[in-house]
């Protein structure tokens, strides 16, 4: 399954962003009939699932997420949607689109950086 990602990028904490997932090869029936999500990987942490849709369009969040996030589709446009605000430094991940019906597949993936937060900390000391 051919998954073509799209938006994405840097915004400060608190902003909004959002992805897109087209399936430009798929028959409109078969985007329809599928199960469809957003899962994103961080630096050195697995794979989790953000978000999905049902084939009968129910939507479904994991826990840190919901509230803030929404997933939805377009299916005569073929293109799934994830609208994503009040986003926050631990946000950060590379996001990927799912495809699951008779075939499967995964987008290419889409960096989302979120700014702000604080910083490690430095140690300042003053000899006397």
């Not at 962003?17 to 697995?46: D, H």
């Not at 702000?116 to 000391?125: A, I, R, S």
Request: glycine letters at 14%; charged letters at 15%.
């Amino acid at each position: 399954v051919h998954l073509v990602q799209s938006g994405g990028g840097m915004v400060q904490s608190g902003g909004s962003l959002r992805l897109s997932c087209a399936a430009p090869r798929l028959i409109t029936s078969t985007f329809w009939n599928s199960v469809m999500g957003w899962y994103r990987q961080a630096p050195g942490k697995e794979r989790e699932l953000v978000a999905s849709i049902s084939r009968g369009g129910a939507a479904d969040y994991a826990d840190f997420v919901r509230g803030r996030f929404t997933i939805s589709r377009n299916s005569s446009r073929k293109i799934l949607y994830l609208q994503m605000n009040g986003l926050k430094p631990e946000d950060t991940a590379v996001y990927y689109c799912h495809f699951q019906g008779t075939d499967s597949g995964w987008g290419q993936g889409t960096q989302v950086t979120v700014a702000g937060g604080w910083g490690q900390g430095t140690q300042v000391t003053v000899a006397a």
